[in-house]
């Protein structure tokens, strides 16, 4: 797969769909650390994560036919990991919420361009401490955290995910860095939260290459 790194998702699918599955690889390794980290954000262990990761895949290749490009491949192959999760949990969630003062001009309170950058601590405690913290909020601000502030989905692309306010999703986020922030503030890089790395991406790309070639 030389060059693959370079397609665009519409090429991949275009040539995925005329034929060449093993391009769906690509697919896989690229989107990865994404459905994870929104899987982690449902407080579902790292197993049943990978299952929902999977299923999500495959049911991602089952409908690429139906993909034309409305939205990004990113929002829409999260949005099939995000309906599998909450069939997973079962909970009803997303319900509008009482507006409150939101500063119109928000953007993610964790921004790698922070000037603390350099003297963040990067370690297997921190980690801890940072998935710990989040798996005690509600689930609603856990969703809204992890597509705004580690998935760096802007505004928008929240709410159509979430099929939800704009303002809700400012509201969320707002409330939601109000409850981490003594936490984790200066504390870490979003990118590093619930890291999906390379010794389980391999396995993920085999299982559901596996699969897809039976389809």
């Known amino acids: 797969m030389e060059h693959s790194e370079k397609l665009s998702e519409e090429e991949i699918i275009k040539r995925i769909l005329q034929g060449d599955k093993k391009l769906y690889e690509i697919i896989v ?106 798996s005690k909020l509600p689930q609603d601000y856990r969703i809204i955290f992890s597509l705004r502030e580690i998935n760096e989905f802007n505004v928008a692309e929240t709410a159509e995910l979430l099929k939800i306010s704009e303002s809700n999703v400012k509201t969320r986020l707002s409330r939601a860095n109000k409850m981490l922030r003594d936490v984790i503030e200066r504390s870490y890089i979003p990118a590093e939260l619930f890291d999906f790395n390379l010794v389980h991406c391999t396995p993920m790309v085999g299982k559901v290459l596996k699969k897809i070639e039976i389809l």
Request: glycine share 2%; proline share 2%; aromatic share 12%.
């Open 29 to 134: 390794r690229r989107f990865n650390p994404f459905l994870y980290k929104v899987g982690r954000a449902y407080n579902l262990n790292h197993e049943d994560t990978q299952d929902l990761m999977q299923d999500t895949f495959v049911d991602t290749y089952k409908h690429l036919a139906q993909f034309k490009g409305n939205s990004t491949f990113k929002t829409w192959i999260i949005r099939i990991m995000l309906n599998n999760c909450y069939k997973k949990t079962q909970k009803s969630s997303f319900k509008n919420e009482v507006m409150k003062e939101v500063d119109d001009q928000s953007r993610p309170l964790y921004s790698n361009e922070s000037s603390q950058t350099d003297n963040i601590v990067r370690n297997h405690e921190l980690s801890r401490i940072i998935e710990e913290a989040l």
